[in-house]
């Protein structure tokens, strides 16, 4: 089926000075970013990955140094990268026999990830990471079976807002947040119309939606 009303994965960036203190916020913004993209599942991982590759920079090349943070989608792949102006220190894994207290970063990374690399530029370096997402395309929704069944819903619901494309059938990002906020509203409408509290209806809804995200629906 077409993913209909797919919301893009809009690739976005964070400077920030690499500090132990910056560790926690930076995870927080991932975890949140993951969520509103609906691969929470990722989440885990990536914080992971990210906390190793910020690590990373804080031991070799040093506290305080500037860095940027940038996430996108690489095909199905989440990449989450990491940029710091030290082209020399390159990181490395090293051997699992290796009774080293440091340094075994870069093999939880390869660990936890589908693969990793180093990019050298003039300026910089660029550590990423890539994650499996279990997408089966970069804008697509993930396998939650009521993801899809609201899919079908909002196709079925109004078929003039359907966008005009040719060979199109999909509904754009926009139209589809008005058609389902009107499936909301005409659902809380039906509740009332049948003697159902369409309040307290709708505040188990959130709470639901709540218990399954994880975070709160605002």
């Known amino acids: 089926m077409d993913c ?3 919301t893009p994965r809009r690739p976005w960036d964070l400077s920030f000075s690499a500090q132990p203190a910056e560790v926690a916020a930076l995870r927080r913004l991932l975890r949140i970013h993951l969520g509103l993209w609906g691969l929470a599942e990722l989440t885990d991982a990536a914080q992971l990955c990210l906390s190793e590759l910020v690590s990373n920079v804080i031991t070799h090349v040093g506290s305080g140094t500037p860095t940027t943070l940038a996430v996108s989608m690489s095909g199905t792949y989440l990449r989450i990268e990491v940029h710091d102006p030290d082209t020399r220190a390159l990181p490395c894994l090293i051997d699992s026999t290796d009774d080293a207290e440091s340094g075994r970063g870069m093999a939880i990374v390869s660990a936890m990830s589908e693969r990793w690399g180093v990019q050298l530029l003039p300026d910089r370096k660029i550590t990423w990471v890539e994650l499996a997402s279990g997408l089966t395309a970069a804008n697509g ?4 079976v009521r993801v899809s069944r609201a899919t079908s819903c909002l196709h079925l ?5 359907l966008t005009h494309l040719p060979g199109s059938t999909r509904l754009s990002a926009v139209a589809a947040e008005e058609v389902a906020i009107d499936v909301i509203a ?10 159902h509290d369409a ?5 188990r809804a959130q709470m639901q939606f709540e218990a399954d995200t994880g975070r709160p629906a605002r």
């Open 141 to 144: 929704h993930g396998k939650d």
């Open 157 to 161: 619901y109004n078929a003039g807002l």
């Open 199 to 203: 309040d307290e209806a709708l505040d």
């Open 4 to 6: 209909g009303g797919c």
């Open 186 to 195: 005409d659902l809380l409408h039906w509740l009332r119309a049948h003697g």
